[in-house]
């Protein structure tokens, strides 16, 4: 059968994920007007309660974050940090899928209850049985449930495909393997924008040696290195997605940690220009395209301010934080503000020499880039809006079909979903595996 290899690509290395408009038009449904509603803070603004560093001048509005992994059970943690931060919303990369992930799907759409909406989850495919049609059928029905029942709004892919993802011949399924077309023609069909992780660093193609650019990072992960490791070449892989995301024009891609190139600013910007349904985050690869020349960077948001979305790859679970990538030593909620103070510390102001959000992925330092006001709104918050659907009013619980497990039943006995299917009851005293999101979804 298919899914997820678990030899020497197995799930275990699957730890960790990462992360630009030159055009109008862009990734996803069109812009707004250019008078911009979604610039400007809303009535319904979360409130700052904490005083994070901005550019001196600059109101703080609200924030998206289009890449986070989260878990019901660190709902207290998550809601802190949304407050703290200014984040309006917050995307939920590792939302579960159908079958195998249907207990995680159910905690995730809680999670996004609780929350007023605030949390936004992704769903992921069950990759067990893949690809023949059937599979592919059973996955696109799934994907229509989360959105309808579930109040879900995109479909997640981890870097697993194309790296351990196998199918019934235990054979590498190829980004671009067309047996997959049918779930991303659904995608573009149901609205739900795909965020997918191609590939990892380029470093991690090279010996895990003293000489390597990312040896601290693999040297606490030895299992990320894909050195001799029987895959794709980094630019195989990142060449075979472009070629799936121009198969697919009627479906938005977000290629999450910078079009997954941030070493390579030219062909992220080839790419984009090329493939106006493509959207790139952030997120856990501000080190990473921080390396190049400040004006160049500012050059290239400018270019395309339309298509670039703030994430930071949080992870926030009960007894788990992932600030977008981790050493050693565990994060503390005590670096979550810094962690997302040194993001607007580079996008908003014009220090030099200064830590990036990650220094785990490199002991380097990078030039903040001084972003202007307008573009900083649209990378902040209105890009994510439009991608979304979200419209220019408040946030709000997603509409569901499918009853609420802390529906009036839930009152006498909360530990049961009332209304759920049987063996899709919420224990909070159980979670799926542990309070963290599950390694995969990264
Ligand atoms: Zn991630």
Not at 271 to 286: E, F, H, K, Q, T
Not at 287 to 299: I, M
Not at 302 to 311: H, S, T
């Amino acid at each position: 059968m298919g899914g997820v290899g678990r030899g020497a690509n197995g799930r275990g290395t699957l730890a960790f994920c990462a992360f630009a408009m030159m055009l109008s038009g862009a990734c996803g449904r069109a812009p707004e007007p250019a008078t911009a509603k979604g610039t400007a803070a809303p009535a319904a603004s979360p409130s700052n309660k904490a005083s994070l560093w901005h550019r001196e001048g600059r109101a703080p509005g609200p924030i998206i974050d289009i890449h986070g992994h989260l878990s019901l059970f660190g709902i207290d943690r998550i809601e802190a940090v949304l407050d703290a931060v200014g984040i309006e919303a917050i995307i939920n990369l590792s939302g579960g899928s159908g079958r195998g992930g249907a207990r995680n799907r159910m905690a995730s759409r809680v999670l996004a209850e609780r929350l007023g909406g605030r949390v936004i989850n992704f769903a992921l495919p069950d990759w067990d049985g893949c690809c023949d049609a059937a599979w592919a059928a059973r996955e696109v029905q799934e994907l229509r449930l989360a959105r309808d029942q579930d109040g879900f709004a995109g479909l997640k892919i981890s870097k697993a495909l194309g790296l351990a993802v196998t199918d019934a011949s235990n054979a590498l399924i190829p980004v671009d393997d067309p047996r997959l077309d049918p779930l991303w023609r659904a995608a573009g069909v149901l609205g739900m924008p795909v965020a997918i992780h191609i590939a990892d660093p380029k470093a991690f193609w090279l010996p895990a040696t003293p000489e390597n650019e990312r040896y601290e990072e693999l040297s606490v992960h030895p299992s990320w290195s894909w050195y001799q490791r029987g895959v794709p070449e980094w630019a195989a892989m990142l060449d075979a997605g472009e070629r799936m995301f121009a198969r697919n024009p009627g479906t938005t891609f977000i290629a999450v940690h910078f079009g997954n190139a941030a070493e390579d600013l030219a062909r992220v910007r080839a790419m984009l220009g090329r493939l106006p349904n493509v959207c790139i985050d952030i997120s856990a690869r501000v080190g990473e395209f921080g390396r190049h020349p400040a004006a160049e960077v500012r050059q290239f948001f400018i270019d395309f301010q339309d298509r670039i979305l703030f994430g930071t790859d949080i992870g926030i679970g009960d007894d788990h934080l992932m600030l977008g990538s981790n050493g050693a030593v565990e994060p503390t909620m005590a670096d979550v503000l810094p962690f997302y103070e040194a993001h607007f510390r580079y996008l908003e102001g014009k220090e030099r020499q200064i830590d990036h959000p990650s220094p785990i992925q490199g002991r380097w330092k990078v030039d903040a880039i001084e972003l202007p006001d307008e573009v900083l709104d649209k990378v902040y918050r209105a890009n994510a809006r439009r991608v979304l659907g979200l419209g220019a009013g408040p946030i709000a619980p997603r509409p569901t079909r499918r009853p609420s497990p802390f529906a009036p039943a839930a009152a006498s006995d909360p530990s049961v979903g009332a209304g759920a299917a049987p063996g899709m009851a919420l224990r909070p005293t159980a979670p799926p595996a542990s309070g963290s999101p599950p390694e995969e979804d990264h």
